[in-house]
């Protein structure tokens, strides 16, 4: 029973006992019978309110009704990427740069928000110059990368990997990480970070802060291992530096180096936090610039989860992003949101208010209102290679939704010259396809794991060293 329940039921049984024990005449049993009744019934009213409101904050998503039946998603009708809003059939790379900033303009004001346009000059400090690392298959280093601005300043660490058996300038993964650097490998020579982070005390995370104990916690999302011996390079940082997962209007991490100057209109169309966390993954690619043991041309962008939203959020504006990749990004990500199907607009918007712009919130239960969807957020990639990747126990971040996203996308890559996506169905779990649009549905849970690399890995071989391995 959950605990409102045991109170209220307490009461009703308490109240049940008074009126039984209380003697009375018939004129006042009558009264007291519908004082009875109506009390019950306010109680029991009270007892459905009580139970929501609880339901509704233990499991805020599953108590608006989200579904999971694929008869259940509604009819709906996809804006056409290829169509301007003029009207225009967008049939030409040339007409494609119109209707692009079109669609990117509509994603900037409508769901992501608009970055700040006033510029920063960031300073970089090596805290650890390349260093053996890995049994002596690598070498990392850290820089910190610190920005001030309007009396505020944010510092985002970096980590970076590199193999040391690489003739070139090695390609690399540029991803955020959820919990901290020090996270993705038990060395103790990684910095610990000081900032708010989410992570429950089994990830050794205490009070929103990062322990000792969150070392290597979460090392099986980055096999850094595997990764090196493919010949990539690596360069991560906590999404926290750049803003804390919390929605505290906006107060710490980089935004209030940007607070100033806004009008009303204008802060409806702000950036939140998965605009500000794409924001810092093309800071770090700025840094990657002067790196010379790092190839910046050969950079893909990675992100799981809300940091795989990230990701095509960062590709879609950047194109320094040579390939893009989204890891059960879910809604918000690659999945369409006209479908409605696991996690929505509404309850997404309701469980973290400050990932998405506040204009978003206009589309919570009216998705057909929306000028774009998200296979339009991967058309914004178009031509550049683009890797959307499901798990089949995932049905919260809609697979098929994530899937039908790359297909929709797949009229602008083919009309770009690409051969786009191979396949036109859902392939079968585990049976990945690639072409420069790439997809698989993982059998298993809500993750990163070493299989997912391992096609990223084949994946960007395909398109930065030209070999074929699928
Ligand atoms: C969930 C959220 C998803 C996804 C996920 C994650 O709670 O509803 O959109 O981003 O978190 O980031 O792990």
Redesign the pocket.
């Known amino acids: 029973m959950l605990p409102a329940q045991k109170s209220l039921a307490f009461s009703l049984k308490n109240d049940l006992l008074t009126s039984t024990l209380l003697g009375c005449s018939s004129e006042q049993k009558g009264l007291k019978k519908q004082n009875f009744r109506s009390r019950l019934l306010a109680i029991l009213n009270l007892a459905t309110i009580y139970q929501w409101v609880f339901f509704m904050m233990t499991f805020p ?1 599953q108590a608006l009704g989200q579904n999971y039946d694929e008869q259940k998603v509604p009819v709906y009708k996809l804006p056409d990427p290829l169509r301007a809003e003029s009207g225009q059939k967008i049939d030409s790379a040339d007409a494609w740069t119109h209707r692009r900033k079109e669609i990117l303009n509509s994603f900037k004001r409508e769901v992501y928000g608009k970055k700040p346009a006033q510029p920063l000059e960031p300073e970089y400090t090596v805290t650890e110059d390349w260093t053996p690392a890995l049994d002596g298959k690598a070498e990392r280093k850290q820089v910190a990368i610190s920005m001030g601005r309007n009396g505020s300043t944010a510092t985002i660490n970096v980590l970076l990997y590199r193999p040391v058996d690489c003739e070139q300038a090695a390609p690399v993964f540029v991803g955020l990480n959820f919990i901290g650097n020090a996270s993705i490998n038990p060395d103790p020579a990684i910095g610990l970070h000081t900032n708010w982070t989410i992570g429950s005390e089994d990830e050794g995370v205490i009070d929103h802060r990062a322990t000792v104990a969150s070392r290597g916690k979460k090392k099986s999302r980055w096999p850094l291992a595997h990764i090196i011996e493919r010949g990539y390079a690596v360069a991560t940082a906590h999404c926290g530096d750049i803003d804390p997962d919390f929605d505290d209007g906006f107060k710490n991490g980089i935004h209030p180096l940007f607070a100033d100057g806004h009008s009303a209109a204008q802060a409806e169309e702000t950036w939140g936090t998965i605009g500000a966390w794409s924001w810092g993954l093309s800071r770090i690619l700025d840094y990657l610039e002067q790196e010379s043991e790092i190839d910046h041309t050969r950079a893909a962008v990675i992100g ?4 795989g ?1 990230t990701a095509l959020w960062a590709g879609a504006q950047d194109k320094r992003f040579a390939v893009v990749i989204s890891n059960n ?4 990500g690659a999945a369409l949101s006209r479908r409605q199907f696991g ?1 929505t607009v509404q ?2 918007n309701m ?2 208010p400050h990932w998405f712009c506040t204009n978003f919130k206009k589309y919570n239960q009216r998705e057909d209102e929306l000028p774009v969807d998200q296979h339009m957020l991967v058309s914004l990639i178009a031509p550049r290679p683009v890797y959307v990747a499901s798990a089949t126990e995932d049905l ?2 809609d697979p098929k939704g994530e899937f039908l996203s790359l297909l929709y996308a797949d009229p602008v890559y083919k009309m770009l010259g690409t051969p786009g996506l191979p396949v036109d169905r859902m392939p079968d779990p585990d049976q990945p396809v690639q072409g420069t649009m790439g997809y698989h549905l993982r059998s298993g849970s ?1 993750d990163i794991t070493l299989y997912d690399w391992t096609q990223y890995l084949d994946f960007t071989d395909r398109h930065f060293r030209g070999t074929q391995s699928r």
């Open positions: 998503g799981h989860s809300r940091l939203k990004s879910g809604c918000g996690e309850a997404i469980n973290f919260w971040a809500h």
